[in-house]
Each structure stands twice: as structure tokens, then as C-alpha cells.
């Protein structure tokens, strides 16, 4: 089969630990190829992850959830990936070091594929990003509050002030959303999460929307804020924005490494 191995370039050992295990993955029979900038580090000629699907099978990540996050969404079309896990927490990355290399010399062309939702956003009509884990809003004015409405098939469900707000996947229930007070969802559930920040009434509490429903979330402040999609992708929001949530047409696509999504939230969760 035919690998991009994709390693944080600014952590050495996960450089060192990607050039063994392209030498294992040739040993195996497989081809591999390095993302150019881990490539340019190692003095050789690398590929672009965003034209993945037309270069490769699967796309191995070697580094933290951040890295599994930035892969995905470089890629125009997704392929299936798989990471090692060298960050902390690691929920996105299902391999540990330990095992990854015998899981991943010995994978056949049938692997099992587990499709994870993204939602797009669309700011004034424009979309301007998909996110694996969360979109977060935020004033650009500390110690300032805005005034959100979240409207549901048409009807204003719900209008509130928050330091902020966080539009989170089931992937991202564990991430920033559960920090904040959200749930713990399982990821086969189609549904948007929303977790105010530190909103000013007790009674602003999280919200799981089913993806089948007309959502949008409107700004309604005269204060800017900022629109960060998985800590990665940022845009400036107008006074008054209106954002409307969906379903992206592409999913993320995981290999399933057999581990229980329930399993995971105990191991790396539970026993921090």
C-alpha cells in the first residue's frame, strides 16, 4: 500500500521515529511517501497532504491531536488516517509508539474505516471552514461579554451572553467542549454540541442539536469577535454576523485500530 507518513517537524523524536518507521513500511513491501516539510528536514523530495487522495492510501500522523487535526483539514479530499501518538493526551491518536509499527507493517488494503462528522460554517452565506473538533467564538475585546441567539429550524430557541461560545463535533466532546462543561458524546451521533463560555445566567446550559435541523447561530453584538476552527483556521467576524451550521460534505475518515471509543474515554480521560 501506499503511506504518507506526516510527523510534527518541530519534535525531534517524532522526526526520528517517522524516518524508522518509513524504513520499516519499505521493509514491509509499502511505499512511502514523507509530507514536503518533513521531507525538506530529511533532504529529500516530499508530497503536498493536500493532494493526498491522489497520491496515497493513508495518511500516518505522528505527533498529538493538533496534528491529526491539521492533516485533515489540509487535505481536499479525505483519506483514511491513522495517528501515533506523541502529544499528551493523544484522543486522536489512536496508536501509541510502542505498537504502531507491527499494527501498521502488517495492515491489509481492507482495513476498516470508521467516518467521523465535520461541520461546515458559513458566515453570511461564505463558507469558511470545516471543523473535526470545534469552532470556537470569541470577543476580541477581553473581560467583554456577546449576546448570542441560536436559532433552531427558524425559531430563536435560545439568546444568551457568553465570554464566548464553543460548536463542537461528538469527536470534539472531549476536547475543548468537555473543559468547559459540555457532555461526553459518542461519535457515531450525528448532532452539533454547543457549550456557552462562561455565561452570565446559570441557566445557558450546553445543547445537542440533531444535524437534520436548520441551525444558525447569530452574533448579536456590536463587539467583534474572532471565529477559531479546530485552533487552526481563523477569521474575523462582523457585528452581527450569522452563522449557519452543517454537515460537511466530507467526513474525516479514521482507521479503526479496534479500540472502544468508551475505552479510549476511560484510559486517556479518567486516569489523567
Known amino acids: 500500500m501506499r503511506y504518507i507518513v506526516a510527523p510534527r517537524i518541530d519534535q525531534d523524536d517524532a522526526l526520528e521515529y517517522a524516518k524508522r518507521l518509513g524504513e520499516e513500511l519499505i521493509r514491509a513491501g509499502h511505499t ?12 529529500s523530495a516530499g508530497v503536498s497532504i493536500s493532494d493526498a487522495k491522489d497520491i496515497a492510501d493513508l495518511i500516518v500522523t505522528i505527533g498529538g491531536d493538533g496534528t491529526v487535526l491539521r492533516t485533515v483539514a489540509q487535505m481536499k479530499r479525505q483519506i483514511p488516517i491513522i495517528g501515533v501518538n506523541r ?35 458559513i458566515i453570511d452565506g ?12 470569541v470577543t476580541t475585546r477581553p473581560a467583554k461579554m456577546l449576546r448570542f441567539s441560536i436559532v433552531i429550524d427558524g425559531i430563536v430557541a435560545e439568546t444568551f451572553r457568553a465570554d464566548g461560545m464553543i460548536i463542537g463535533t461528538p469527536t470534539g466532546s472531549t476536547a475543548y467542549a468537555m473543559s468547559a ?10 448532532g452539533v454540541l454547543i457549550v456557552p463560555l462562561a455565561p452570565y445566567m446559570l441557566s445557558s446550559r450546553p445543547h445537542l442539536i440533531s444535524t437534520e435541523r436548520d441551525f444558525e447561530i447569530r452574533l448579536d453584538s456590536d463587539k467583534p469577535a474572532h471565529l477559531v ?19 460537511a460534505e466530507e467526513p474525516a475518515l479514521f482507521i479503526s485500530s479496534d479500540r472502544n471509543f468508551f475505552e479510549k474515554v476511560d484510559q486517556k480521560l479518567r486516569r489523567l
Open 229 to 247: 476552527i479546530d485552533g487552526v483556521e481563523i477569521c474575523s467576524l462582523g457585528r452581527y454576523a450569522s452563522i449557519t451550521i452543517r454537515s
Open 32 to 43: 512511502v511517501f514523507f509530507e514536503e516539510g518533513a521531507a525538506a528536514i530529511f533532504g
Open 126 to 137: 461564505k463558507e469558511v471552514g470545516d471543523a473535526l473538533n470545534e469552532a470556537l467564538i
Open 87 to 121: 502529544g499528551e493526551v493523544g484522543f486522536l491518536a489512536d496508536l501509541e509508539p510502542e505498537n504502531a509499527i507491527a499494527f501498521l507493517t502488517s495492515l491489509e488494503p481492507d482495513f476498516p474505516v470508521e467516518e467521523r462528522m465535520r461541520l461546515s460554517l
Open 181 to 190: 462543561g459540555g457532555p461526553i458524546v459518542d461519535p457515531w451521533i450525528e
